[in-house]
Structures are given as C-alpha cells and as structure tokens.
C-alpha cells in the first residue's frame, strides 16, 4: 500500500509542478512527460527509504 501511495503522491505533485510551471513559461500541458517524471520520482523516494537501516542509532 505504501508503494501505491508513494506513486500517488509522486504523480500528484509532479503533475501540479508540471502545470504550473509549464503555466509560467505559456507551454502546454504534457501529461505524459508528468507520468514518466512521477515513476522515477516515486522510484527514487522508494529506493531512498529502502536504503536507511531500520533500528535504533548508536550514540557515541
């Protein structure tokens, strides 16, 4: 579920990002150059949190 929420929410806000900025720069609105730049996006963030060890950290 997490993996699907991630894509979500990587889509939403690309997609907005996309929007606004094509806005500004008066470019049309491509959405699927905003799903390619979701997946990766959503791959990623999935990849970053992976990597980060679970447990607790050691003071020294």
């Known amino acids: 579920m997490r993996y699907i929420m991630t894509f979500f929410w990587a889509f939403a806000l690309v997609s907005m990002l996309n929007y606004v900025a094509g806005a500004i720069a008066n470019v049309d609105f491509n959405f699927s150059a905003g799903i390619v730049v979701s997946v990766i996006a959503a791959l990623l ?8 060890p679970d447990g607790e950290f050691a003071d020294h």
């Open 45 to 52: 963030v999935i990849i970053l949190g992976e990597s980060v």
